[in-house]
C-alpha cells in the first residue's frame, strides 16, 4: 500500500534562514511525488512535481529513491511562505494521490 | 470562475441528519475526487469517479455515498452525521482518471455537526 509520512506537524522558522519540509513514502512501483501548498484562505494548490525537476517559488525538491524521499527546501525561507504543505504520492495503476497529513510552515520576521 | 466549485460553504447540522455537499469539476476534467480534511488525519481520500463511473474508494464510511452526473458535477451525501463527521470536504478534478496528473482542489465545505 502507498504511504506519505510527513513527520512534523510545525515548522516554525525565521525569515532568511533554511527551510526542508520532509516528505517519506512507501511505495511499490515507479512513484510520482508531488508537493501541494494551501495558503490561509485560500484553495490548496500544486507547487511542484518531481518530473518536472523546477524550482517554484524558490522551492526544490529531489526524488531520492533509495531512501524513499522528498523533502522540500528552501535555502532563504520568506514571510509569504507561511503555509500548510502536503506531500502527495501517485503514479501509473493507482486512481489518484494519497496525501501526507501536512506540515505548517511557520516564517516569523 | 472555470475552476472547481463547491457548494455550500459552510454547513452546520446537528447529529443524525443527512446533508449533500457538491461539486462542479473544471470545464473538460472528467475525474473528480473528494477528500475529508480534519486536524487529526490530514487530507484523507473518500472516492472518485472517472465520467459518471466509480473509479476508486478510499477510507469512506457507509453512512457515505457519492455520484457523478451526467454533466459531471458531483454530489457527496453524507447521513446519519456524527460529531466526529465535522471536518472540511474538498472536491478535485482533473483530466486524467490516474494518480500521474495534477489535482485541481475547490476551496471545500466546512461541515459542522452539533
Known amino acids: 500500500a502507498q504511504r506519505v509520512t510527513q513527520p512534523e506537524k510545525l515548522l516554525s522558522v525565521f525569515k532568511g534562514a533554511p527551510v526542508e519540509l520532509k516528505c517519506n513514502y512507501s511505495?511499490?512501483?515507479?512513484?510520482?511525488l508531488f508537493w501541494y501548498v494551501q495558503y490561509s484562505r485560500q484553495r490548496l494548490q500544486l507547487l511542484l512535481r518531481?518530473?518536472s525537476r523546477e524550482s517554484i517559488k524558490g522551492f526544490t525538491a529531489d526524488l531520492n529513491k533509495g531512501e524513499t524521499s522528498f523533502h522540500l527546501k528552501k535555502p532563504f525561507a520568506q514571510e509569504e511562505d507561511s503555509a500548510m504543505y502536503y506531500c502527495a504520492l501517485g503514479g501509473m495503476g493507482y486512481s489518484t494521490l494519497t496525501f501526507g497529513k501536512g506540515t505548517m510552515l511557520l516564517v516569523s520576521p | 470562475d472555470s475552476g472547481v466549485t463547491q457548494t455550500p460553504k459552510h454547513l452546520i447540522t446537528a447529529t443524525g441528519q443527512r446533508v449533500t455537499l457538491r461539486c462542479s469539476p473544471r470545464?473538460?476534467?472528467?475525474?473528480v475526487y473528494w477528500y475529508q480534511q480534519s486536524l487529526d488525519q490530514g487530507l484523507q481520500f473518500l472516492i472518485q469517479?472517472?465520467?459518471?463511473?466509480?473509479?476508486a474508494k478510499g477510507n469512506i464510511l457507509e453512512r457515505f455515498s457519492a455520484q457523478q452526473f451526467p454533466d459531471l458535477h458531483s454530489e457527496l451525501n453524507l447521513s446519519s452525521l456524527e460529531l466526529g463527521d465535522s471536518a472540511l470536504y474538498f472536491c478535485?478534478?482533473?483530466?486524467?482518471?490516474?494518480?500521474?496528473?495534477?489535482?485541481?482542489f475547490g476551496e471545500g465545505s466546512r461541515l459542522t455537526v452539533l
Open positions: 470545464s473538460g476534467d472528467l475525474s
Open positions: 518531481h518530473i
Open positions: 478535485a478534478s482533473s483530466v486524467s482518471q490516474g494518480g500521474t496528473g495534477e489535482l485541481f
Open positions: 511505495y511499490s512501483g515507479s512513484p510520482e
Open positions: 469517479y472517472y465520467n459518471g463511473e466509480e473509479r
